[in-house]
């Protein structure tokens, strides 16, 4: 399952951030974006978060998962709208020539830790 391993990846990179920044304290909450492109499935990247977590230092947290609306950016016309569906080409002039946002399979928006209580 494809969406394991983007599971595994974002939970390296949780701990990769907090090493970096030297924070401790749980994580209480996790805020991802998924692209509508992407193909990932929501659902299945859910089922596989629930799956890996036990023993992370994710355990306990929740995870938010965003799907903002793609872009098309057409490189002819300069048109710029918010597509829902995947489209081949610029709504407004037509052309091949377009650039579509959406696509990226997983990006780490934030990490919310609790405050350690007394510190040690
Ligand atoms: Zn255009």
């Known amino acids: 399952m494809h969406e394991l391993a983007l599971v595994e990846a974002l939970i390296e990179e949780v701990q990769t951030q907090l090493q970096k920044a030297g924070c401790q304290g749980r994580v209480v ?23 890996s977590r036990p023993g992370t230092l994710v355990a306990e947290a ?24 995947l489209v081949l080409g610029c709504p407004h002039c037509g052309s091949l020539e377009i650039h579509l946002e959406g696509s990226q399979e997983l990006v780490l ?3 919310e830790l609790e405050e350690p209580t007394e510190p040690k």
Not at 63 to 82: F, H
Request: aromatic share 10%; hydrophobic share 40%; proline share 4%.
């Open 109 to 111: 928006e934030s990490i």
């Open 29 to 51: 909450k996790l805020r991802v974006q998924i692209g509508r492109f992407s193909g990932v499935s929501v659902e299945a990247f859910r089922f596989a978060f629930e799956m």
């Open 62 to 85: 929740d995870l938010e998962i965003l799907q903002p609306p793609a872009e098309c950016l057409c490189q002819s016309c300069g048109y710029r709208s918010q597509v829902e569906e």
